[in-house]
């Protein structure tokens, strides 16, 4: 047989047809299945770090202040400050009334060591601090001491005189996701959550 007719046989042989197209298709499938699982486990990740942030800020509203400059002792333990009522006005004005002085939105984080607010002069209550990462720690995966922060804003509630009422947010910061693109040497990034609850009980 010649060699045009051993070429011409072999271009119509068609036996080989279905593991052709296995190879081809195998590869892409397998990216596909891959790529719908890594995509799954990253929603999972990052709907946890909500419902972690969620848990932590109503554990942080029923427990003293991690930030120690709004909190004072008492009998029992720790409890938020009282509001200084401003001049012209008398204890149990409403807030809204610009009936007290301002407090300045403080925060913590967590680490090695508590990040502070230097330029503020505030300081972090570890143990308290401790309490509402354990929370949020509770639901989530990979986190850290450091990627959790507490903050405590002042939204004129309550009353002069009175309890501070401050808006409390918990947050988780950006953090790198481990699994999803590693095997082509690239990052993805679970993105910042938080969430906010007004204080309802600021004491131990």
């Given amino acids: 047989m010649s060699i045009r007719g051993i070429l011409n046989r072999f271009r119509k ?3 080989a047809g279905p593991s052709v197209e296995y190879v081809l ?9 891959y790529f719908t699982i890594e995509m799954a486990i990253a929603y999972h990740w990052a709907l946890s ?15 003293a202040p991690v930030v120690n400059e709004i909190a004072v002792q008492e009998i029992g333990g720790a409890a938020v400050m009282r509001r200084t009522p401003a001049a012209g006005f008398s204890a149990g004005t409403p807030c809204y009334q610009n009936a007290c002085e301002p407090v300045q939105t403080v925060w913590c984080s967590g ?13 972090c209550n570890a ?9 949020v720690s509770s639901i989530t995966y990979n986190l850290e001491p450091e990627d959790v922060s507490v903050f405590y804003e002042d939204l004129d509630l309550g009353y002069a005189g009175e309890p501070y009422v401050a808006m409390v947010t918990v947050s988780i910061r950006q953090r790198a996701f481990p699994f999803a693109l590693g095997l082509f040497g690239t990052e993805t990034r679970l993105p910042a959550v938080s969430s906010s609850l007004v204080a309802e009980d600021l004491r131990d």
Wanted: glycine share 10%; aromatic share 6%; hydrophobic share 45%.
């Fill in 13 to 15: 042989d068609d036996t």
């Fill in 25 to 33: 298709i195998f590869g892409p499938l397998v990216a596909i299945i």
């Fill in 49 to 63: 770090a909500q419902k972690a942030v969620e848990q932590g800020a109503r554990a942080a509203v029923v427990s």
């Fill in 111 to 123: 680490g090695g060591r508590l990040i502070e607010n230097e330029d503020l002069g505030m300081t």
């Fill in 127 to 135: 143990d308290r601090f401790q309490r509402v990462f354990n929370a």
